[in-house]
């Protein structure tokens, strides 16, 4: 069993920055990856960025590259998701979920574990 807590969420203007943490616990990591993903209203759940828990290596979506960056704080089994530059676009509400590398990214279903996920809100 993962228990996974978001924080970090809120409120911002376009063009300002907001940092998202997703504290994990329970089962070893090593062979799993974090993904971040997002849903606004009426819309499917999309991904955003995905680092693996052993390695670190990150994955992003195109809409956030250059913009978002997701790292983790092993020591504090902790996501991060650093969030510059934010458009009205990205208002939504945010996940972070856990499932094995052996599995594709991009998909929702292939994540086993999820937060309560959390409100960003960005206004023009």
């Known amino acids: 069993q993962v228990h996974l807590v978001e924080s970090g969420g809120g409120s911002v203007q376009a063009g300002g920055s907001l940092r998202l943490s997703c504290a994990a616990s329970?089962?070893?990591?090593?062979?799993?990856?974090m993904g971040w993903f997002r849903q606004g209203p009426g819309e499917e759940r999309e991904f955003v960025a995905a680092?693996?828990?052993?390695?670190?290596?990150?994955y992003y979506a195109d809409s956030v590259k250059g913009r978002f960056t997701i790292s983790i704080d092993n020591a504090k089994n902790t996501v991060y998701l650093q969030m510059n530059s934010l458009k009205s676009e990205d208002t939504a509400i945010y996940y972070c979920a856990n499932g094995p590398v052996s599995r594709s990214r991009h998909y929702a279903r292939n994540y086993d574990y999820w937060g309560q996920g959390i409100q960003v809100t960005v206004s023009s």
């Open positions: 680092i693996n828990w052993s390695g670190g290596t990150t």
């Open positions: 329970g089962r070893t990591f090593s062979s799993y990856r």
